[in-house]
C-alpha cells in the first residue's frame, strides 16, 4: 500500500494490524466479534468509468485489530485510462471515541475529440468505530 501525505505518527503500524486489498481476505481472516462492513461507495462517470470503495475492519474489545481498504475501477470505454490509486491511508483514532479514518484517492484519464487528456481523482474518506458505525463523504474532482 503506498501511503503518501499523510501526517507523522498517523498511520496505524501497530503488531497485529495488519492490510489486503481484497474482500476475499478480510473474509478468511478470523473475527470473533463479526466482520464489519461499509456499503460501497460508487462513483461514476457513465459510459467511461466506474470506482467502488470498500472498507472491512474487525475488531475485539473496542479495538480496530485489522481493516481492509479496497478499490475496484473500471474502464468501460478504450478512451479512458485507469491511471491508478494516487493516496492511500488509514490512520488510528486522535480522540478518545475511537474513530478511525480511511482515505483514498484515485485517477481515471480519458481523452476528448481533439486527444487531450483530461483527468479526473475520485475520492473518499471514511470515519469508521469499532462497534461497525461510519460517516462517509466521496466525490470527483478534476485532476
Known amino acids: 500500500m503506498t501511503i503518501k501525505n499523510v501526517l507523522a505518527g ?7 494490524l495488519t492490510f489486503a486489498a ?8 478470523p473475527c470473533s466479534t463479526g466482520v464489519k462492513t461499509i456499503r460501497p461507495v460508487v462513483l461514476e462517470d457513465p459510459g467511461k468509468w466506474t470506482y467502488t470503495y ?3 475492519w474487525c475488531a475485539d474489545g473496542g479495538t480496530v485489530v485489522w481493516a481492509d481498504p479496497s478499490v475496484t475501477p473500471r474502464v468501460h470505454t478504450p478512451a479512458c485510462r485507469w491511471v491508478g ?3 492511500e491511508s488509514l ?14 484517492t484515485s485517477e481515471f484519464s480519458c481523452g476528448d475529440k481533439d486527444g487531450k487528456e483530461h483527468g479526473v481523482n475520485p475520492w473518499v474518506i ?6 461497525g458505525e461510519y460517516k462517509v463523504k466521496s466525490g ?4
Open 140 to 143: 470527483i474532482d478534476p485532476a
Open 10 to 16: 498517523s498511520v496505524v503500524l501497530c503488531a497485529g
Open 91 to 104: 490512520r488510528k483514532p486522535i480522540v478518545e471515541n475511537g474513530t478511525w479514518t480511511a482515505t483514498d
Open 54 to 56: 470498500n472498507l472491512s
Open 126 to 131: 471514511v470515519n469508521f468505530f469499532p462497534a
Open 85 to 87: 490509486r494516487m493516496e
Open 22 to 29: 481484497t474482500e476475499e481476505a478480510s473474509a478468511a481472516r
